[in-house]
């Protein structure tokens, strides 16, 4: 689809997985090209559902450009876009070079798979070669609440070296609106791979709004 790899490239891999939460995902590709990192974009067939359901964006293959950039609102400048069923995908192999691999958001059927090793969709084999490899593997997790199976897997795959990052906006960065809230998860997951961004407004412990409030109720 599209793609002319160059050996220079060394993408952060984006999973797209059918759980509520589509516009994380947009603001984590945005902030991503934003600050000139590369993109190797994976969608499932059920997020193309969640994603037209949540952002009435729909999400063809044949026209991906148009439709990335209607869904992140930029161009989609240095991106690759693989077939969830393309096991022969560059993301498929260990030898492809990549800096790690987030699954925003990620589905509890995501995380099982991943946990498993199932590798049954390019998703989960990308997120298998991560975790072989020692990479970043960041999983945006959106579910609530959670079955116990859900907790081991999330406990085994901590255990592995990934980061499982709930989909759960904080209030103290003094969001206004729900981009604010997005923005703020999107923040942490790029947090989680050292990617510098602006997402949201660090915490200073500084004598701010913040800690004035606190001060003032005398915590
Ligand atoms: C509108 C919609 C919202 C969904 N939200 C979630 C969710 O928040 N979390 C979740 O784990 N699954 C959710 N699902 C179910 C998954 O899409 C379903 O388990 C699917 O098989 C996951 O496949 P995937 O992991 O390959 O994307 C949702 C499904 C739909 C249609």
């Known amino acids: 689809m599209d793609h002319q790899p160059t050996t220079s490239r060394t993408p952060w891999v984006v ?27 994976v969608v499932s067939r059920a997020a193309r559902l969640t994603l037209l ?12 450009r148009t439709d990335v950039k209607a869904f992140i609102g930029r161009d ?5 876009v693989w077939k969830e069923n393309d ?3 560059g993301p498929s192999s260990g030898s492809y070079p990549t800096g790690g691999m987030l699954v ?10 991943i946990a498993a090793g199932l590798s049954k969709d390019l998703i989960q084999r990308a997120a298998d070669v991560t975790l072989k490899e020692r990479r ?6 959106r579910e609530t ?13 901590a255990d592995e070296g990934a980061t499982v990052l709930p989909a759960s906006p904080a209030f103290y960065a003094g969001a206004r609106d729900v981009q604010q809230l997005v923005d703020f998860v999107a923040g942490k997951a790029l947090d989680a791979i050292g990617v510098p961004h602006t997402l949201y407004t660090r915490w200073t412990g500084e004598l701010g709004a ?3 409030r606190t001060e003032a109720l005398g915590a």
């Open 87 to 89: 096991f022969a995908a």
């Open 210 to 212: 913040g800690r004035a």
């Open 104 to 113: 925003v958001p990620a589905t509890t059927a995501s995380v099982a798979g």
């Open 76 to 80: 989609a400048g240095d991106m690759v």
């Open 145 to 157: 609440p959670l079955r116990r199976v859900t907790l081991r897997q999330m406990a085994d795959l």
């Open 53 to 64: 359901d949540e952002t009435g964006q729909t999400f063809r293959e044949a026209q991906w």
């Open 136 to 141: 970043p593997l960041v999983l945006v997790l």
């Open 15 to 41: 999973g797209i997985t059918g759980a509520s939460g589509t516009p994380y995902a947009a603001a984590v590709i945005r902030a991503l090209l934003d600050g000139g990192e590369a993109v190797d974009l």
